[in-house]
């Protein structure tokens, strides 16, 4: 199994850029959520799925969307990038019997 | 505001040392509480989670325990080896936040040989 994948590593934008993080899992979990971390800041929430069709805002939302049109894969949108979104990004994802929170390995993000 | 605090932010320790990092909570209605590792660049490995009915949890080495009243948690590493340096994160999930992580910001250690 991959686990949780995500793409790209790296990332350099410029502001008003817009793009899309890629997260797949390949364990059927029904949760899956992205953080973003930031020194200083720690982890924090942006958005979280409980199920395909199903999504809701986190603790830091505004300037991100995202969809769950399949139970694999819970992409996150950048509409208009601006240099306070640079960042690291890490996507995670959990079964619905199990509470173990599973992490990809992150996109570093640069918004010039 | 749910909060999450880690104490000390660094530590740096000699190899063979038994010991403590400390995790505080401010709402005691957790659901769970889970410890992870990050190594530098790299993403969040699960050490350790913590049901809300249990007092600690064992893993090698490594053992955590839980006081909901006092809203403390604890990570003890045992005999400490340089493979543990690494960045250890304290995250609960509160029921009322569908069941999604509330980090503290993690203290980093570093096991000198």
């Known amino acids: 199994n991959a686990g949780v994948t995500q793409t790209p590593k790296f990332q350099v934008l410029k502001t008003g850029q817009s793009m899309t993080l890629q997260c797949a899992q390949d364990?059927?979990?029904?949760?899956m959520s992205w953080y973003r971390q930031d020194p200083g800041m720690g982890l924090r929430l942006i958005h979280y799925?409980?199920?395909?069709?199903?999504?809701d805002q986190g603790e830091v939302p505004n300037g991100y969307n995202v969809s769950r049109s399949t139970t694999e894969d819970f992409p996150l949108r950048l509409l208009s990038a601006a240099p306070s979104q640079t960042s690291v990004y890490f996507c995670?994802?959990?079964?619905?019997?199990?509470?173990?929170?599973?992490f990809g390995p992150g996109t570093r993000l640069l918004v010039l | 505001k749910q909060e999450v605090t880690q104490i000390p932010a660094a530590l740096s320790v000699p190899e063979g040392e038994n010991l403590v990092l400390n995790c505080s909570f401010t709402?005691?209605?957790?659901?769970?509480l889970q410890w992870f590792r990050q190594d530098p660049g790299k993403g969040l490995t699960s050490l350790l989670l913590?049901?809300?009915?249990?007092r600690e949890q064992t893993s090698g080495r490594l053992n955590a325990s839980l006081d909901k009243s006092s809203g403390r948690s604890t990570l003890y590493i045992a005999a400490s080896q340089p493979g543990d340096s690494a960045t250890y994160l304290c995250a609960v999930t509160y029921t009322s936040a569908g069941n999604m992580l509330t980090f503290g910001g993690g203290t980093r250690l570093m096991v000198k040989p």
């Open positions: 799925s409980v199920g395909a069709g199903i999504t």
């Open positions: 364990m059927n979990h029904e949760y």
């Open positions: 913590i049901q809300s009915s249990q």
């Open positions: 709402d005691s209605a957790i659901y769970n």
């Open positions: 995670a994802s959990r079964g619905s019997g199990g509470q173990t929170q599973y």
